[in-house]
Each structure stands twice: as C-alpha cells, then as structure tokens.
C-alpha cells in the first residue's frame, strides 16, 4: 500500500486559525480584567467595560468553580453539573455583552450563550454554535419503557413538543431519549416541558493498509479455501466477496475529495457503469457524508477494501447514537419496530466505534438512551446478518470496584482498597499527571441500580472531576483579627473543576448514569503542570447504606488506578456482536489499551468469571497497521482490528455458501400461496441464521488452534478465543463447525443406510475437529 500524508481542509485550517486568533485576544484580554471597571455582580466575570470594540467576558475564570444549585424543579432536571452552571451564568453575560459598543439583542444573546458554554467548559464535540447536544430522558416507568407503543406515543409527543417550540430533535428508536440541539436560553424550558425526566450531554459514539493486518491474518490462505478441488467447477472462485455486501459504520472525512482520491487510487470501491450500487453512502441526519471530517471511516475502508476487494460496500457515516440505530436498520432492512422487511442489505455490520454509556455492562441495554442500539443490534443478528464490533481502547482508562455501605451520606469512595487509607481521588493521566491546556476529556460513572419491576433508581452517587491548586498567599485582612496587612494562606490541594450530579431519587426515567465533559482551560498552570492542570476523579456515595458495584471511565486517558479487567464498551458487550481485541501487527502482543472481558453479572454486578453465552472478547485480530489515510501515523486502536474480522468473516460466508449451495431453497412458483410465501421467508431467515453462526463457529475454531491460542490456554479475556489468522488447518476447522449437529440443515440428507465407505456427517465433524486441533 503506498502511503500518502494525509490533507488538512483549506476551510480546518482557516477556521482553527480564526480560533487561535480569537482565543488570543481573549486571553491577551482576560489579564487586564482586573484592571476594568463596572464589573458585575459575584459569580460573574470580573473585571469588564473596556473601551474600544466589544469583547467577550475573559475565558480564563473558568478556573473557578463551584457546584451551582438548582433554583427551580426544571433546573433540578440539568443535574449540578454543566448544564446547570451554564444556564444559570446566562442572563449575567446577556447583559454584560449587551451593554457592549455596537451590539443587537440577538448578537448578544448569541454570543452570550456561547460565553455560557464556554464558562461551563463544555467540549466542542458538545457543541454546534450556541446550541448544545443533549438526551432529553423520558419520564416512563420500567414497564412503559419496555411497551413499544407506549414508548412510541411518549418520543412522539415529546418530539412534537420540542419542534414547535423551534427545537431540532431526534427519536432514538427504541430508547426513551430523545436527542436534541439545544440553545442555552431553552435548556430550562426543556426540562420543565411534560414527561420530561432529566437532561444531560449526549451520548456520543466515539471512534475507539494493503493491510499489513490482512497479510498477518494470512486471507491468502483463507482465498484459497474457495478454489477447493472439493467444490463443484462452477462454484469455485478465489473468495474477494463476490455477490456479498459489507456495512461500515463509522465517521468519515469527505471535505476535500478525501473519497474520491482514495478510489482513484483503488484504496476505495467504486461504482461503475454497469455496476452502481458498488458503494452506498449514508450520511448522518441532514449532513452530507463526510462533513465531519473524520478520516476514522476512510481507514476502516481501507481495511476492509483490501481483504474484500469484490464485495459491495454500505457506508454509514453516523454523528449520533439515533443516526447509528437508524444505519442498523437500514443495513439490516428492519422496519421502526425491528421487524425484518426482507433480506438483509448487507451480510456483515461492522462499527469501530462504542461508548462507556448508561448501560448495565452486563450484555443488556438496560432502559436508557442505548436501549435502542442494543435492540437494533439483536434485531439484524435474528436476521442473519454477522454483526462485529470493537471491543474499546479503555483497559487503562477503566476502574471498577464495591463502594463502602456505610450508613453515612457524602462519603467519598476509596479506590484502592489495598493500601492503607481512602485513597479518594483517581488522577487523570494524559501525559504524566498533567493534562495540557485545550485538551478535551470526559468521565463516565455507572452502577448496578437500574430500573426493573421491583427496583427504583434511588442509589445515588455524584462524580467529581478535581484540579491541583497550589498554596496561594494573599495580602489582605485576617479573618481573626479583622487586621490588614496579612497574608492569608490557601494550603494547596484538590479543588473542584466540574461536577455530574443527576437526580437518583427513584423518580420515572432516571438513571444510574453520571458523565462530565470538559476542556482545560488556559491560566490554570500549577508548579508541577506548566501548560496544563493536574485533574483527578472522585466519587461521592450520597445514599447511607448504599453497596453498588461502580464502574468509571474517561475518554481513553490512562487512570492512576485502573482495573483492565471488565472495561469493554457498549454495545461491545452485547451477545449479538463479535467483539475483536487489538493485537499488534508486527507481533501478536496485545495492544496495553486494548479493553478486556468478561462482561459483568445480570443488572451490573460484580461477575465470577465469563457469562454464559456471552464470554468477551471473541477473538483478536490486529492494529498497528499502514493505511494511506493516516500516511506516516500506522492506524491503531481496536477500531482496525475490527474491520479485519468483519471483511474475513465475509469471506468466510462466502465459503459457507460455496459448501451449503445444493441446499438452498428452490424459488417458489409464480402460483405461490401466502402460506407458502411465509414458509419460504421463515426457512429464509433460519438459513441466513444458521450460515451466520457456523460462519462464527469456524472463525472462533480457526482462532483458537494451530498456535493462535495466545493468551492462558483457552478461552481468556484478553484474547477471546484467540487470534484471527488462518492456517494450514483451515479447511478442517471449517468442515468441523459445517459438519456439528446444530447445522445439518445446511446439509444434504444421508440415505440410511450409508452406503459403503461414506462417513456420517458426525464421523465427519469428529475426524475434522480432531485435524483441526493437532
């Protein structure tokens, strides 16, 4: 693959610049603030009224924080957390930015908006302007949740409410969340509109050549399997995908012909007179494909492309969880209740994208925003399709562990139980201890309390985002004496950054669920950070007598205490998936960052050892591989592990129908009855069923034999079963999996009695299984 550096847009590059420029003079600003007069009133900015052109309230008094208060019960459903602390320092910078030279009403309104999300230090990836991207909860009980009718008139009304008010929102299908762009003026009435339960930022998925990758997993081997002399002359063919669609869900990076470039260089599909339906590309909703720039997708194409050359391609460029539902049940040709409309579009699914979400972590999706992802997901895998997901890049960016069940309130959770005191903060670490300034991180927490027919969420546990601060000596008035010309010392220590305190009071739609956003702001340098903050978690047990099993992640930052074990993502936890690890190209080592199984107990327990049916990760397969997307950079992460199992799985299939082919039902006649009709579709769907599952069946033997078993002998969380890459035993690993009793529909019916020297099919699948293993 000849490798390429990759291209900065004309339109990045001039709006990055614009944003330098612009933060500048803030900053150049903010330091002579003090300086000004006509500052607002506490808990505003200080400093202000200078002459000359209008300007923005200084950014640099981000620095200081405190837990704002709710001030109404609208505002009780925006947590403690940003949300809240930016509504609340709106009408203040309204009317500072007003009374600026030269300003209208709906310029300073606008501005001071974005003034708001930029004192509640709300990351870009949060924000559209002076909009912010939030989930608005429904406020159903667990059974209304589950009843897809009575979820579906609750997101309808709810929808109809939030666009007659001028609000842009989305259902989630299947989810009782809807996801919305939200001026900061509107957040309040939002939140007190009817059957509303909380607000919070929103769940965003996250992205977690010739492939050096497809070379280690040796498809030449698994091509040849398709040229088997075994097989019918008209039936052989080396396997590249003929006849078979793959979907690639992901973000992606078409602002300057990024697409185009790729195919003239044949890394990419393309359509062609006589074929164009080769490539099929979906933008997320109402913005084209690519408009997000993120060339993550491209490489995954890349990949992809390389091992299944010949396939037909469906790419789903998604912003939202709802564009990543709706790219499922496209791909998967499901209606709005998950009900198949036919064959599916595609034969393999494969996203390289997850999220540390409100999810139980225990292979269900619970009854919050990603209930409809889970859903979509078992949905497409009853219909046959092969769904493969990344497993996470958080095996250091994850902690987990019991909370004390002490019958006091407020109390900070240790997270080291085996060191002598609490050990109650969890330090941030991006580069050392220090987290430079811009940088954009966030933090999830999650614990076993979720909604059902016997338990309200009433656990409730705030998380805390904390920065160094250093000893600070101010001349001034001592507080004893009520005498000038003292200092008065700050001991250095942890202060308060940011805080996530939703409501967990057992009310209708709420959710054990905490997350904050947040970018560093400049002027915060300590002496042991220059260019940055010292940050670390903590987590506050609000309850008495609460014992959760709790569940923290940042956004791929390493933590100071961290638990590899158990940190897949969601929906990588789900059974309907094949969950893929990362291993390293060049030596199979597992990648550090790689998340782990296993996935944990019913309700988010605590588990003892693998669930049953549901052991995580399935296998591994590799990263660290060259793409012309990323040129110079190698593309890393479980993201290009992914897509090697999805297009060696489509392969696979390919030669599953290759063996299966004498059993595929005839076409009905043009006289067919409706009876008949429905037989067809059903027997249909159990063969696509079944070819999907002994597809995986033959993947997981080939992963677990002839040295692929890296990891503690057998199935381990690391490795899964163990690494994708074929070998000389293929064949038989293959034969074996055909061979099993659960598949002998797949095959044609042996006359009884044998005949003479023909083996049964389970004299076959034993003396295949037995070449497969040695």
């Known amino acids: 693959m000849k490798k390429v550096l990759s291209k900065k847009t004309a339109l990045a590059m001039a709006t990055a610049c614009s944003a330098a420029l612009l933060w500048s003079q803030l900053d150049a600003d903010s330091l002579q603030g003090n300086q000004r007069q006509g500052a607002p009133a506490a808990g505003g900015y200080a400093g202000n009224r200078p002459s000359g052109p209008a300007i923005m309230p200084p950014t640099s008094m981000n620095v200081s924080y405190a837990a704002p208060t709710p001030r109404t019960p609208a505002q009780a459903k925006l947590g403690a957390g940003s949300l809240l602390q930016a509504v609340q320092a709106l009408p203040q910078l309204q009317a500072w930015i007003a009374a600026q030279p030269g300003q209208t009403a709906q310029t300073a309104m606008r501005e001071a908006q974005i003034a708001a999300l930029d004192r509640a230090g709300i990351p870009e990836r949060w924000r559209d302007g002076d909009r912010v991207k939030i989930n608005v909860g429904l406020a159903l009980d667990y059974r209304s949740i589950q009843d897809a009718q009575a979820l579906t008139r609750a997101t309808e009304a709810l929808l109809s409410s939030l666009r007659g008010g001028g609000i842009q929102a989305n259902a989630i299908i299947g989810s009782p969340s809807v996801e919305a762009l939200v001026p900061v003026a509107r957040l309040e009435w939002v939140a007190g509109l009817a059957g509303v339960a909380q607000l919070g930022l929103m769940q965003l998925p996250d992205v977690v050549a010739f492939s050096d990758g497809a070379t280690a997993s040796n498809v030449d081997h698994l091509r040849t399997l398709g040229d088997s002399a075994e097989l019918p002359l008209e039936l052989r063919t080396s396997l590249r995908g003929e006849g078979l ?188 201890d220090c987290t430079p300034v811009g940088k954009e991180i966030s933090a999830t927490l999650v614990w076993n309390d979720w909604a059902s027919d016997t338990n309200a969420v009433d656990a409730d546990y705030k998380l805390e985002l904390l920065r160094w601060q250093d000893e600070v000596k101010k001349f001034g008035r001592d507080p004893a004496t009520g005498r000038w010309g003292t200092y008065i010392v700050t001991p250095s220590g942890w202060v308060a950054a940011k805080e996530s305190d939703r409501l967990q009071n057992g009310g209708n739609g709420q959710t054990p669920y905490e997350e904050i956003g947040y970018k560093v702001p400049a002027d915060i340098a300590t002496s042991q950070c220059s260019n940055g903050a010292k940050l670390a978690l903590r987590v506050i047990r609000k309850s008495a007598n609460a014992a959760n099993f709790l569940r923290v992640f940042t956004g791929k930052i390493p933590l100071q205490y961290k638990q590899t074990e158990r940190s897949i993502l969601a929906p990588a936890d789900s059974a309907s998936v094949i969950t893929v690890a990362a291993l390293n190209a060049a030596d199979s080592a597992l990648e550090t960052y790689s998340s782990r199984g296993p996935v944990l107990a019913p309700g988010g327990g605590r588990p003892a050892g693998q669930a049953p049916g549901n052991a995580k990760p399935d296998m591994g397969s590799f990263a660290n591989v060259d793409t012309v997307t990323y040129g110079a950079n190698t593309f890393n992460g479980t993201s290009s592990a992914a897509p090697h199992v999805a297009a060696l799985a489509l392969l696979g299939l390919q030669h599953q129908r290759q063996l299966t082919q004498a059993t595929e039902p005839a076409a009905l006649p043009n006289d067919a009855t409706d009876e008949q009709k429905s037989e067809r579709t059903s027997l249909l769907r159990q063969r696509r069923n079944d070819l999907a599952t002994v597809t995986y069946d033959a993947l997981a033997l080939i992963a677990g034999t002839q040295g692929n078993d890296l990891g503690t002998a057998g199935f381990d969380t690391s490795f899964g079963n163990g690494r994708l890459k074929f070998h000389a035993k293929s064949k038989q690993c293959v034969l074996s999996a055909l061979y099993a009793p659960a598949y002998r529909s797949l095959l044609p019916t042996q006359p009884s009695p044998l005949p003479e020297g023909q083996k049964s099919y389970d004299e076959l699948a034993g003396s295949n299984t037995t070449e497969c293993a040695n």
């Open 245 to 432: 669609t793959v979907a690639i869900i992901d973000m992606f990076d078409n602002n300057a012909g990024e697409v185009a470039e790729l195919q003239n260089q044949n890394e990419w599909p393309s359509n062609t007179a006589q074929q164009a339906d080769v490539i099929v590309m979906t933008g997320p909703a109402g913005k084209a494909f690519g408009a997000n720039g993120n060339r993550h997708g491209n490489a995954v194409t890349e990949i992809a492309y390389d091992i299944a050359p010949n396939a037909k391609y469906r790419l789903y460029d998604i912003e939202t969880i709802a564009d990543w539902v709706n790219a499922i049940r496209d791909a998967a040709n499901l209606d709005a209740q998950n009900q198949p409309l036919g064959e599916p579009r595609t034969q393999v699914i494969t996203a390289s994208v997850g999220l540390p979400g409100d999810v139980p972590g225990d292979g269900s999706s619970g009854s919050a925003t990603l209930k409809g992802l889970y859903d979509a997901l078992a949905a497409a895998a009853n219909n046959g399709v092969i769904v493969v997901n990344a497993a996470g890049n958080h095996a250091q960016a994850h902690w987990d562990g019991d909370s004390d069940d002490g019958a006091g309130v407020n109390v900070a959770q240790d997270f080291d139980l085996a060191t002598a005191g609490v050990q109650d903060t969890n330090i941030v670490r991006y580069s050392g």
